[in-house]
């Protein structure tokens, strides 16, 4: 299409140079009388031509929650990638954690005629409707963070893909790095000297896989490795800085003589249970009063306080290259090629999915 365009144009230009020539080098040829030069055509095809190759892609981001520290780090990221990137153009709405909201807000992208769709789907209870919906609108799509692969069918490969995390990978992390400093450090850590490992745990939400997984992976490494623990505490304090403070208040003042160590499926979670633990006179460049605390992102916030022994450790979950894989994908998508075309990543064990790895870091 673009090299008929091309040699249409070379025709057009061709006719008017004669024309010209015909006219003795003037400027203005000379029309019929009450007729006009046709040159609205020209133009339009000259236009198309050249906009083609540059053609700015529009992409609707559909984020769960604006609040959430790890998920603007994502968009960041993402709006980094279109100011220097000019082939895409992301447009974010906040879920603001209401499904009622997010679904709304799908509904006016698709009817703008968005060419693609990245979606932090807010309840994973939605999930069947929302691929149903996306499916109908034929719109190429990336889920992305928040795992709703369970409901997705390899059939529907064709139209939207999962970019997440491998969730036991965090938690398996989280419980290393925890056995390592137990097996360091035991005379320490263990307040009590009973030989188990007292611990509470921050949860993200129960209907949630990563948070499942992170959970279940990091005390079940200490129990293979021969460790025993007990369990002081568990809340769902729903990835929220304030909640975990809250639940940790509530820990510290029946348990805090006990507690050894705390874990969180976020980074959010484990600066609100540092706050707790500091309100107690823990963690404040004292190493006789203190509790270690995991979290996971490794965001700034998380970052600065095991810089300065605050905090014990997190598990970094990339930013950059979550934004930069669901980009990658969408726009081969868009381009009508698959997915993973010219790229160097791998379809997970699931057939429906792309996964990023954490890391992990400690103080």
């Known amino acids: 299409m673009k090299k008929f365009k091309g040699a249409l144009a070379a025709v057009l230009g061709l006719t008017m140079m004669f024309s010209l020539t015909a006219c003795g080098g003037s400027s203005e040829p000379e029309q019929p009388e009450g007729e006009t030069p046709d040159t609205e055509d020209v133009v339009e ?20 929650n604006g609040a959430d520290t790890y998920i603007a780090t994502v968009r960041q990221a993402l709006e980094e990638i279109a100011a220097n990137d000019g082939t895409i153009e992301y447009e974010f709405v906040d879920g603001e954690d209401n499904q009622g909201t997010q679904t709304n807000q799908l509904d006016a992208l698709i009817a ?19 691929i149903e919906t996306i499916k109908a609108s034929g719109i190429p799509t990336v889920f992305f963070n928040r ?4 409901d997705l069918d ?41 030989g188990k ?35 002081l505490g568990m809340q769902v304090a729903e990835w929220d800085t304030s909640k975990a403070k809250e639940a940790v208040d509530a820990w510290m003042s029946k348990e805090g003589d006990n507690i050894e160590i705390i874990f969180a499926n976020n980074d ?6 540092l706050a707790a633990v500091q309100a107690m006179g823990y963690n404040q460049d004292n190493d006789d009063k203190y509790i270690p605390i995991f979290g996971v992102d490794a965001t700034s916030g998380a970052l600065d306080k095991i810089h300065s022994g605050q905090l014990e450790g997190t598990v970094k979950q990339d930013n950059v290259a979550m934004a930069d894989t669901v980009t ?8 009508g090629k698959d997915w993973l075309d010219g790229t160097s990543y791998e379809l997970f064990e699931d057939n429906k999915s792309v996964r990023v790895d954490y890391a992990k870091i400690t103080r």
Request: charged content about 30%; proline content about 2%; hydrophobic content about 40%.
């Open 328 to 335: 990658d994908l969408i726009l081969n998508k868009m381009a």
């Open 45 to 64: 095809d000259d236009q198309e031509d050249t906009d083609e190759p540059g053609e700015t892609k529009k992409v609707g981001v559909l984020i769960y």
């Open 154 to 194: 390899e059939a529907d490969l064709d139209d939207m893909i999962f970019v997440g995390t491998d969730a036991p990978q965090a938690g398996v992390m989280q419980g290393d790095m925890a056995k390592e400093l137990w097996e360091a450090q035991k005379d320490v850590i263990d307040r009590n000297g009973d």
């Open 268 to 273: 959010d979670m484990a600066l609100g249970a």
């Open 147 to 150: 795992d709703i692969t369970e």
């Open 197 to 231: 490992v007292q611990y509470v745990m921050l949860h993200g939400g129960l209907d949630n896989a990563e948070a499942v997984a992170r959970t279940e992976e990091s005390i079940k490494v200490l129990t293979d490795a021969g460790i025993e623990v007990e369990e």
């Open 112 to 130: 703008k005629g968005v060419d693609g769709l990245l979606v932090n789907i807010v309840d994973f209870k939605a999930a069947p409707q929302v």
